[in-house]
């Protein structure tokens, strides 16, 4: 019978059930459990795969935390197999930040800024570290940064007007607590129309606040880095948002057509006009140039080029090495892909007459940025004292042999080992396969066979193409043939989301890494504006008292500038007031004469305090000393002969 509890069914259902416990060990409610458990977790790994906003995946990754018990790991503050990861040494720090802030001990403070701030304290910056959840790592090493946060905070705001701590002393110690602890800066690769995904990197960094000041392009990156490094930070929404629908059209104009690129390559030598990516360029940024762009922004825009002789190295462009070469035409040069488009010069405006000239008057010519420079990390180290990097990889030809097991992935099959690093044997052959290819190549050089070519080919393959923090959007098949297309709408929307889907990821990570700088740099800005301002603040309010007893003085009876108590005597010049003009700024202030004392005529109903007020005037400083003729001039020798001449005579 198949009817009732005891039927043929729920008899093999209950074998079945007896026998998988057995099996297991668990009741047949907890095997329902784990099953649903599972079916959440492949659910919620397709959200994070597929979500459209930083919200979503946040939400999914949580949630995917906490059921695979990635939560109680990160409470676990043992040791573990981490390589350099010290969490003593974390703790100790942490609690001398928490005492010093406690006690409100100013000096404390101060040092434990100076001397004990580490971007990888006590191992903390260690990969494997967030390769065991999604959002987050250790608590104890959030804790940490949270506290250095706070006491820099809380040193800013101990250096207020009323207070003993001196904002230019407390300004002192920040700068070399900045300069000790570094900087970082955000590196966007080569990669052609790929380079777009970059937009979706700076879309998220800048929402989250982790945006570094000091931003470097190269061949596409460098049209991102331009772009962004003119606007200031009001106006990057707005960019964000008009960006994908803006003139992107660099390889043709509108009535090109395949056969054009075709003859201009054979008669020519280049695929597509370089006067479409001037005008592009020219439209979204005008001929701004580097110094310009950092008199307005603060942002540092480093564009790479490489030389086009093998004889020369490649040249870094910001605001230091080339103040004022035009923004414009050094993207240009660092998307000059040989074949692609033909040589573009450096040009340059004059500062005094605006006049555009080029930047070498002999025939040097500058190639893409990203043949001998896509990430110029030692060029920027030296400049700016950075010494961690940010890099957003999209090459086409490199990232596919680049190791990408930073972070955690979610696993195929939930409750299964998932791979996390790439196997020994896969590494070794892509090394000794470069290693065979680039001996091949310098044997070839050596023989005289296209030298230059095959240089800048080694150049290529010998480049460092990751950063301490490396972020890869996703490079999709499908889009290969549009590597040398202008970019459409879709094209920039669906290339910005995937720029997006690969950092989110690594936030946490950049948070870690980048918080403690931020805050050093936002403490920065505000002391030296309260140290700069001080003074000003004092004469403001000696102005404004000085303004109230005027009025006040005006409405009793008219009012003289005196040195002395008034008299019956003439004022001599020396006693008449003066208009004296502040060497900090550009009022005017109306003082007397050295301790000019303002006494009106009435002052009968006034106060001691309201009767006198002293304007002390600005220091005028010691005049400097005229020059003298130098004792080996040539008219004072040829003085002296033609005395010595007199004389004899």
């Keep these: 019978q198949s009817h009732g509890p005891f039927g043929l069914v729920g008899l093999v259902r209950y074998a079945g059930n007896r026998l998988l416990s057995l099996r297991d060990g668990r009741a047949e409610s907890e095997r329902e459990t784990k099953r649903s458990t599972e079916e959440r977790m492949k659910l919620l790994a397709i959200r994070m795969q597929n979500a459209g906003t930083l919200q979503e995946w946040t939400a999914a990754a949580t949630e995917l935390d906490k059921l695979e018990g990635n939560d109680q790991w990160k409470l676990d503050e043992s040791t573990g197999d981490y390589g350099d990861y010290h969490p003593e040494l974390i703790r100790t720090r942490l609690a001398e930040l928490d005492e010093a802030r406690t006690n409100l001990d100013i000096e404390s403070m101060v040092y434990l800024i ?79 129309t790929f380079g777009m995904s970059h937009i979706g990197v700076l879309k998220t960094l800048y929402e989250a606040k982790l945006l570094p000041r000091i931003i470097s392009g190269a061949s596409a990156g460098s049209i991102v880095c331009a772009v962004l490094c003119t606007r200031t930070d009001e106006e990057i929404p707005a960019l964000i948002e008009s960006f994908p629908n803006g003139d992107l059209g660099v390889f043709q104009g509108q009535n090109e057509s395949w056969p054009q690129h075709l003859r201009s390559l054979l008669t020519q030598g280049n695929w597509s006009d370089i006067a479409n990516l001037k005008r592009v360029m020219r439209g979204w940024i005008g001929d701004i140039t580097f110094q310009e762009a950092y008199n307005r922004t603060r942002r540092v825009c480093n564009i790479s080029v490489s030389s086009a002789s093998m004889f020369e190295l490649p040249r870094l462009l910001n605001y230091i090495t080339a103040p004022n070469v035009m923004m414009w035409s050094a993207v240009t040069a ?17 500062p005094v007459t605006g006049e555009y000239i080029p930047w070498n008057l002999t025939p040097h010519e500058y190639i893409d940025g990203s043949v001998d420079g896509d990430l110029p990390m030692t060029r920027l180290a030296d400049l700016f004292n950075i010494n961690h990097f940010i890099v957003s990889q999209v090459n086409p030809h490199i990232v596919p042999f680049l190791n990408k097991d930073d972070q955690l992935y979610p696993a195929a099959t939930p409750g299964k080992p998932r791979p996390t690093r790439r196997t020994d044997w896969f590494s070794s052959a892509t090394s000794l396969v470069m290693d065979e290819g680039l001996h091949r190549l310098q044997t070839l050089a050596d023989m005289g066979l296209l030298p230059n070519l095959i240089t800048k080919l080694r150049s290529i393959l010998m480049q460092e193409y990751l950063g301490d923090i490396t972020i890869f959007p996703a490079i999709s098949i499908r889009d290969a043939h549009l590597v040398l297309s202008n970019p459409t709408a879709d094209f920039m929307m669906r290339n910005c989301l995937l720029g997006e889907r690969a950092t989110w990821p690594k936030l946490s990570r950049i948070r870690d890494r980048l918080a403690i700088e931020v805050a050093l740099d936002q403490a920065v800005h505000t002391l030296r504006a309260r140290a700069v301002f001080t003074k000003s603040q004092e004469d ?69 305090e309201e009767r006198v007020l002293e304007l002390r005037p600005n220091r005028l400083g010691v005049a400097k000393p005229q020059l003298k003729r130098g004792s080996k001039s040539y008219d004072h020798i040829r003085g002296r002969q033609q005395a010595d001449e007199s004389s004899s005579d």
């Design 334 to 350: 660092s998307c000059t892909v040989p074949l692609v488009f033909q040589v573009s010069p450096l040009m340059t405006k004059d």
């Design 114 to 192: 100076r001397t004990h701030l580490s971007r990888d304290l006590g191992g903390m910056g260690n990969m494997d570290l967030y390769r065991h959840s999604y959002i987050g790592t250790k608590t104890l090493v959030e804790r940490y940064v949270s506290s250095a946060i706070q006491t820099i905070e809380l040193l800013v705001s101990s250096s207020t007007y009323e207070t003993e701590v001196e904002p230019k002393d407390l300004l002192e110690d920040m700068l070399y607590a900045r300069q000790s602890f570094g900087r970082s800066a955000l590196l966007l690769s080569g990669g052609a």
């Design 540 to 608: 403001l309010r000696r102005s404004v008292h000085a303004h109230a007893y005027w009025m006040s003085a005006s409405s009793m009876g008219p009012v003289q500038w005196v040195t002395q108590p008034p008299s019956s005597g003439a004022i001599t010049p020396e006693e008449r007031p003066i208009w004296r003009r502040r060497g900090s700024a550009g009022t005017v202030q109306h003082v007397a004469t050295r301790h000019g004392k303002l006494f009106p005529e009435s002052e009968e109903d006034d106060s001691e």
